[in-house]
């Protein structure tokens, strides 16, 4: 063990420090890789894809798979930031797959569903 004297802010303080072997120290074991997300559905050619404009937690899914649509319909609903964000169709179509369900929470760019 050895003794110190420290100044800090004026004030002296003695502290006393225990010397240790390098075997002593043990280093902490790295940690496991993430996993890799999962690959998303293929898209038909001219699909439409809604993604998540920001990160957030899907309260309400209004549509199904197969359903129509017409431009501006709320798909589902998003809570960010203690906020309901509509999600709307970009245009008229058939919902081609839903990927999300009602209390999912989802990164910004998920896939929430596709429009044909």
Known sequence: MKA????????????TLEVIDKADIKTPAAP????APAPAAPVAAG???ISAPMPGTILKVNV?????VKKGDVLMVLEA???????MAPNDG????????????????TV???LA
């Open 4 to 15: 110190y004297k420290v100044t800090v802010n004026g004030n002296v303080y003695e502290i």
């Open 32 to 35: 496991a890789p993430a996993a």
């Open 47 to 49: 699909a439409t894809t």
């Open 64 to 68: 199904a798979n197969g359903q129509a």
């Open 81 to 87: 930031m203690k906020m309901e964000n509509e999600i």
């Open 94 to 109: 058939t919902v081609a797959s839903v990927n999300i369900n009602a209390g999912s929470t989802v990164e910004a760019g």
């Open 112 to 114: 929430l569903c596709t």
